[in-house]
């Protein structure tokens, strides 16, 4: 019985090594597309405006948008522009997820509330966040509060959603268990809604992210003389493609690094979904 024993722990400790060799052979597959894709586009693209397959002056090479880059850094503007559009999107995003995620878990667990506000909130989140800019300046002027609430109203609604849509469907066998173990009120909302719920939040932080920094750039198209929307608009009307370039990919580079910044909250807050999905 021991030696048969100790065999199949082998065998389970064999199994798992494999698995786990397999699943580092994956993520290292995987990690190898996600860079390879990109800079085969670029090799292809520097290549097209070598060879004269596309207009150089209006499709800048890689190469080209590298110089410019260089060119901004070390004037300072685009550091300048980068700060800009990361403040604001910075403050706008706290304070619309943080106060989308409150109203929406309330609107979960208060269904008299739900019942009179969520009418309302779906018809505003209806109405385009960049559309509200107008009024904004109107009431604000040209400031920076004008600007910051366009980002505030397109997170806060996205996590409003969420939130309430977690709550909504949360899973009733859970706060049973909750139950059993003598959880209610402020205890079943601190240690199995909330927890339960954070998944779905975290799945809205990181399209409220991609979203403000959108709405943002946007924003700066029309209604500022700084942020790298501004510095895309500008070099359009300066005619001068390689700088509007530098600005895209700086946009793109920046909502990469804020998503993977959620993403690695995520790992950090809920674990448990990180670990189940490998």
């Known amino acids: ?29 995987e990690a190898s597309l996600a860079v390879a894709t990109p ?3 670029l090799a292809l693209w520097q290549a097209a405006a070598d060879l004269h397959w596309v207009d150089p002056r209006i499709f800048t090479p890689p190469l080209g948008i590298a110089r410019a880059a260089g060119q901004l850094i070390s004037s300072g503007t685009l550091p300048s522009d980068l700060a800009a ?59 920076e509060t004008a600007k910051v609430l366009t980002v ?6 996205v996590l409003e959603i969420n939130a309430l849509s ?13 139950r059993a173990y003598g959880a209610s009120g402020t205890k079943m909302f601190r240690y199995v809604l909330l927890p339960g719920s954070l998944p779905t939040i975290f799945t809205g932080l990181r399209v409220s992210v991609a979203l403000g920094l959108v709405v943002i750039t946007a924003t700066e ?4 003389n700084n942020g790298l929307g501004f510095l895309v608009w500008n070099s359009w009307q300066l005619f001068e493609p390689s700088q509007m ?5 700086t946009i793109a580079i920046l909502g ?3 998503t993977a910044l959620v993403s690695g909250l995520e790992r950090v807050a809920v674990p448990w979904v990180h670990r189940r999905s490998h």
Do not use: C, K, N, W
């Open 1 to 29: 019985m021991t030696g048969t024993a100790a065999g199949a722990g082998d065998a389970i400790d064999t199994a798992v090594a494999l698995l786990r060799a397999t699943q580092r052979r994956r993520r290292r597959l």
């Open 39 to 41: 800079v085969s586009l």
């Open 85 to 143: 559009t990361l403040a604001r999107l910075t403050v706008g995003f706290v304070i619309g997820a943080a106060g989308g995620t409150a109203v929406g878990l309330l609107l979960g667990v208060a269904r008299p509330l739900r019942a009179a506000l969520s009418p309302l909130f779906t018809a505003l989140y209806a109405i385009p966040q960049i559309a509200l800019l107008p009024l904004l300046l109107v009431i604000f002027g040209v400031g």
């Open 152 to 157: 505030v109203a397109v997170t806060f609604f």
């Open 166 to 178: 977690a709550v909504r469907h949360f899973d009733p066998r859970l706060v049973e268990a909750g």
């Open 221 to 224: 198209f029309v209604a500022s």
């Open 245 to 249: 370039y530098v600005g895209m990919a």
């Open 256 to 258: 990469v690094a804020l």
